[in-house]
């Protein structure tokens, strides 16, 4: 991936501050009900990471953690509310929000939960029907 560096992020109000560093091991956008309903937006942006690349800098202590399923852990800031980033365990990576790291260059390569999409994206990039068969999925493609 050609992103390799620093890259810093907050919570919205700045009591929480991390980093990651190195390259995601992929980006692109998670079209699924959860992050739907967890973002309040239509489709969620999305850079994962091997967990040892991200960093904890200021206001560990202020990290809240709510799991629905097994499969994600997310996190926020106590203080604001503001949203951080997602653990997934049973996949291995952890899931830092496209927008908490302003430096990063987003360049996504595959949607997820497609199945599930309320925005239709016309971008030529994978749609996968649910997660590629690596991470688990059925890695059944669908049509733009």
Not at 36 to 60: D, K, M
Not at 67 to 95: A, E, M, Q
């Amino acid at each position: 991936m050609a992103n390799e560096g620093l890259y810093k992020g907050s919570c919205f109000c700045g009591e929480v501050q991390f980093e990651v560093t190195g390259a995601p091991v992929a980006m692109g956008y998670c079209h699924c009900s959860s992050c739907r309903h967890w973002s309040a937006g239509p489709v969620n942006a999305f850079s994962l990471w091997q967990p040892q690349a991200l960093r904890v800098t200021r206001g560990a202590s202020n990290i809240g953690t709510f799991n629905k399923t097994p499969i994600s852990y997310r996190k926020w800031c106590t203080k604001c509310g503001g949203h951080l980033f997602t653990d997934h365990p049973t996949l291995g990576v952890v899931d830092v929000y496209a927008a908490m790291l302003p430096e990063l260059q987003f360049e996504p390569g595959v949607h997820v939960h497609y199945q599930e999409t309320v925005l239709r994206i016309h971008d030529g990039k994978p749609k996968m029907k649910d997660m590629p068969a690596q991470m688990g999925g059925s890695g059944v493609t669908l049509a733009e």
